[in-house]
């Protein structure tokens, strides 16, 4: 079974700096990876998805994520991060298990931004 | 935004008792799903639906059951509702089950179990 890991529960980071929320998952065969965001009392919303070719992928709210096939990960960037960044952000994957696209999702990083 | 609503968005009950949530999308997607998010544990799926009728189970479907007898509606039902399903449940739907199709939530219910 495929399983996805979110290496921090939680990121404290202070407006303006740079962030990276780390993501790796365990599948030998192939993935199609995703990051959403969810705003406090949200439902999720979809930041970016790694489908096939670059493996530099952008989003919206000028995060981007890098796939790295042999580290199996995929890790969430911003260069600068606003207070409206403050979210739960979640990674997800999903693979051919099955037939079944049915997706896995991490347990969650919550990222503070200070002021 | 996705044309999703959940209801209720909050219910407080009683043990033992049946609750069931509704879920309603005007998207004509094919897939829909059921998640509780609890802390510590992310999104847990429950349910999911790949068409009228066409149910499977999700990794903690134990004390729940579903039904879609439209293509718009999903139910969710607690048939005697337990402290351990206290959770906020999210509804999610996907215009096709393959590789490409993200998914798009609605705003949640907030369940407390008594």
């Known amino acids: 079974a495929q399983s996805v890991t979110q290496l921090d529960s939680q990121v404290p980071v202070f407006e303006e700096a740079p962030v990276e929320l780390r993501c790796n998952y365990s599948?030998?065969?192939?993935?199609?990876l995703f990051w959403y965001v969810q705003y406090p009392n949200q439902g999720l919303q979809l930041l970016l998805k790694?489908?096939?070719?670059?493996?530099l992928v952008k989003g919206i709210n000028g995060f981007e994520a890098e796939f790295n096939k042999s580290q199996t990960s995929f890790h969430l960037r911003k260069p600068s991060v606003h207070i409206s960044d403050t979210a739960e952000y979640f990674c997800?994957?999903?693979?051919?298990?099955?037939?079944?696209?049915?997706?896995?999702f991490g347990r969650g990083t919550s990222l503070i931004v200070h002021p | 935004d996705a044309g999703i609503t959940q209801s209720p968005r909050h219910k407080v009950t009683e043990t033992g008792t049946p609750v069931t949530l509704r879920c309603h999308q005007t998207?004509?997607?094919?897939?829909m799903y059921w998640y509780r998010q609890d802390p510590g544990h992310g999104l847990r799926l429950i349910h999911y639906?790949?068409?009228?009728?066409?149910?499977d189970k999700g990794e903690v479907s134990d004390g729940y059951s579903v039904s879609r007898s439209k293509t718009e509606d999903f139910l969710l039902t607690l048939e005697s509702a337990t402290s351990s399903q206290t959770s906020v449940y999210f509804c999610?739907?996907?215009?096709?089950?393959?590789?490409?199709?993200?998914?798009?939530f609605g705003p949640g219910t907030r369940l407390t179990v008594l």
């Open positions: 997800a994957v999903k693979t051919p298990a099955g037939g079944s696209y049915i997706p896995t």
């Open positions: 639906s790949y068409g009228v009728k066409d149910t």
């Open positions: 790694y489908l096939s070719g670059s493996t």
């Open positions: 998207e004509n997607h094919r897939y």
């Open positions: 999610a739907i996907s215009e096709k089950g393959g590789e490409y199709n993200e998914q798009f």
């Open positions: 599948s030998s065969v192939s993935v199609y």
